[in-house]
């Protein structure tokens, strides 16, 4: 049944009255089912309106109701791996009037958040870490002697296929005696189909369920592959499936649309009092007919959009930086047949979708498994090819010990690609791509440009590809690109932009806070300050050129979309300093700390990282005074 998007205006007669998750268990089948109609009209109402994660929620809505019926949380632990898909029990638990502002400063997070709710615990959307918290959870619930709570983690296919994910299966499969309810969603995708063997296993799993409520439980991990047990007689049942050999029972798969069956299957573990996997099957994007034929990925994500039509009601005028980048790649690997390029599961999203359709033998969508993406592109250097690792800024730091040891170590020419870097946005504190130059500026030979336009960002790939012998980075953020910003001068890497008659404050922008600082220059002017502002380019490490520049002014502010703690301006003032030049230096960028979901302009200006902002941090820098970080949970006036 689709789901008429001629949804009420607000939450229907029972979701409105639901006040607890506990008062599920008193509703009928019928209810139940109205309840969940009325759940799907209210996503797509809500989602559509304001953006998010409408897919993977309409598939989540019988589960969720399942796992609130048969488990009471929070005295139970429900877990979700990423978190991206509860929606669905947020409203179960009281939140129905915050999805107006979802995702939007001050409003709802997309994602469990701790200070809303203690019926919500993994605030990290970083895929594949819930089996590990439940591991570390149900030890703890041992150790208190609190087996009585039940550990339930509710894991994608897409999360399943992250290696953190195998390493707590097997901690939980070799604890009998740790009772942890693994939830599969099987919705056979990350955004796009999911790859590899354990899809494939997923795949026959599904094929030898029937359409009735079938499932068989196995007394694993006796199961042997037509082996015996010295103590069992006889030859033991085959064991049907991975998880069965990890030392799971393993109920499934059954369809996770299905309450009664989903319901019978949770008691059913819970009954088991040992580590089983639930294996349910759903469907993203169920019952929103424009979600279900979104070919790419289910409407995985959408912005705000005419929930009749799915029709786009915010464009942007500008081309993102994404498409920017896919195109140019798509002409370098016309060009330069060594070019190959990787992704963790989101070929969309990373701009790469057009160059595995240009080039199929040479794209590799790995799963979401951004450290074995890093080191395979290291086995596809040693073979001689050059890779480009796309991903988002954010996830690349899960992967650090690979770009360190495996890419750097060896001085390997691999290109990392790093999009949504910087304060991103909506998608809140572990999204934002605010630590990679922190991070990148400590990797021996690896060099990071920063692109403040399209034209730039094209010929710093072209460049990066080049390399045959060092590592490079490309960091953008998300969104629209701005107008081209052009140069004045070049010197050796650093592109001067602006430059006033004295040299009294050289400004060091960044990548995309070249427009700002820029105008920022302008407002300075009006001042009678003198300013120079120059783009590096290459960020990181700090060209020579970069810092004799800076050592021919009286004051260097730095200008990153990046921690001011660790990046581009401690780099500059460290080769300052070794340079024996005096000059005093001040670094501008987002602050040291977790910044929560607002708009990215909102973030940045909350940063001081707007022209006013910067202005007024180099008014105080020439006046000797403290720097005055600007608190990004606070909402800065209004410039
Ligand atoms: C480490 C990491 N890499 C990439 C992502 C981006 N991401 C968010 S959701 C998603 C797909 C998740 O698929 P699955 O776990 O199957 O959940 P579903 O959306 O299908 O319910 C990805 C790749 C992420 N959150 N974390
Ligand atoms: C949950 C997750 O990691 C992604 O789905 C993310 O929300 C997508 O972000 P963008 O919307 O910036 O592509
Ligand atoms: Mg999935």
């Known amino acids: 049944?689709?789901?008429?998007?001629?949804?009420?205006?607000?939450?229907?007669?029972?979701l409105s009255t639901l006040e607890a998750p506990a008062a599920l268990r008193e509703l009928s089948e019928r209810q139940l089912?109205?309840?969940?109609?009325?759940i799907r009209a209210f996503l797509i109402e809500k989602v559509t309106a304001v953006g998010g994660h409408l897919g993977p929620n309409l598939g989540m809505v019988e589960l969720t109701l399942a796992l609130h019926r048969v488990f009471t949380s929070p005295h139970d632990t429900l877990l979700f791996d990423i978190g991206h898909q509860a929606y669905v029990h947020k409203l179960l638990t009281g939140r129905a009037a915050g999805f107006t502002t979802l995702r939007q400063a001050g409003g709802l997070s997309g994602y469990p958040s701790r200070e809303e709710s203690p019926h919500d615990v993994i605030e990290n959307s970083h895929a594949s870490t819930a089996l590990s918290y439940a591991d570390g959870l149900a030890k703890a619930r041992q150790l208190h002697g609190e087996q009585d709570?039940?550990?339930v983690a509710v894991i994608g296919d897409g999360a399943l296929s992250g290696g953190m994910a195998w390493e707590a299966l097997n901690n939980l499969g070799g604890a009998p005696d740790r009772p942890v309810i693994v939830v599969l969603n099987d919705n056979e995708r990350s955004y796009a189909p999911t790859i590899g063997a354990l899809a494939d296993h997923l795949h026959q799993q599904r094929a030898q369920s029937d359409d009735s409520i079938d499932w068989l439980v196995r007394q694993a991990p006796a199961a042997r592959f037509g082996g015996c047990d010295a103590e069992a007689d006889g030859p033991l049942p085959l064991a049907r499936s991975l998880f069965e050999l990890l030392g799971f029972a393993y109920i499934g798969p059954v369809d996770g649309?299905?309450?009664?069956?989903?319901e019978e299957a949770l008691s059913l573990a819970r009954e088991l009092g040992r580590p089983v996997v639930?294996?349910?099957v759903t469907s993203k994007g169920k019952g929103y007919r424009p979600a279900e034929d979104e070919p790419q990925d289910r409407m995985h994500t959408c912005g705000v959009i005419d929930p009749h039509t799915a029709e786009p009601l915010?464009?942007?005028?500008?081309?993102?930086?994404?498409?920017?980048?896919?195109?140019?790649?798509?002409?370098?690997?016309?060009?330069?047949?060594?070019?190959?390029a990787l992704t963790a599961a989101m070929p969309g999203p990373t701009g790469l979708a057009r160059f595995a359709e240009r080039f199929p033998q040479r794209c590799f969508d790995v799963g979401i498994a951004e450290q074995h993406a890093v080191t395979s592109a290291a086995g596809l250097?040693?073979?001689?090819l050059h890779p480009v690792v796309a991903v988002y800024a954010t996830f690349l730091g899960r992967a650090f010990d690979q770009v360190l040891m495996d890419v750097a170590l060896h001085r390997l020419p691999v290109t990392f690609v790093l999009d949504r870097a910087g304060a991103t946005g909506p998608d809140g504190p572990s999204h934002h791509g605010m630590w990679d130059l922190a991070l990148l500026g400590a990797v021996p030979g690896l060099h990071v440009a920063a692109p403040r336009d399209a034209t730039r960002l094209r010929e710093l790939?072209?460049?990066?590809?080049?390399?045959?012998?060092?590592?490079?980075?490309l960091r953008f953020p998300k969104g629209g690109v701005g107008e081209d910003i052009p140069a004045l001068e070049r010197i050796g890497p650093v592109d001067v932009l602006h430059r006033s008659g004295i040299s009294d404050v050289l400004l060091v922008a960044a990548g995309p806070m070249a427009a700002p600082a820029r105008e920022a220059a302008l407002r300075l002017e009006g001042q009678g300050i003198g300013v120079t502002v120059a783009d590096p380019r290459w960020v990181l490490p700090v060209s020579t050129e970069l810092v004799q520049l800076a050592s021919r002014h009286r004051l260097v502010v730095t200008v990153e979309d990046n921690i001011r703690t660790a990046g581009l301006g401690t780099a500059l003032a460290r080769a300052l300093d070794d340079d024996g030049c005096g000059t005093p230096l001040r670094a501008l960028g987002l602050p040291g700390r977790f910044l929560p979901h607002a708009s990215r302009e909102d973030l940045l200006r909350r940063a001081g990282l707007d022209a006013k902002g910067i202005s007024q941090a180099v008014l105080r820098a020439r006046a000797h005074k403290p720097h005055q970080q600007p608190d990004p949970h606070t909402p800065a006036e209004v410039s």
């Open 257 to 262: 649309h299905r309450l009664r069956p989903v």
């Open 314 to 340: 915010k464009q942007s005028s500008t081309p993102s930086w994404t498409s920017v980048f896919s195109d140019q790649l798509c002409s370098l690997g016309q060009r330069h047949e060594n070019v190959v």
């Open 278 to 280: 639930v294996h349910t």
């Open 461 to 473: 790939l072209d460049a990066a590809v080049r390399y045959e012998d060092a590592p490079t980075a």
């Open 1 to 14: 049944m689709t789901a008429t998007p001629s949804a009420p205006d607000t939450a229907g007669p029972l």
């Open 381 to 384: 250097a040693t073979g001689g």
């Open 33 to 38: 089912t109205g309840l969940a109609d009325e």
């Open 149 to 151: 709570r039940a550990v």
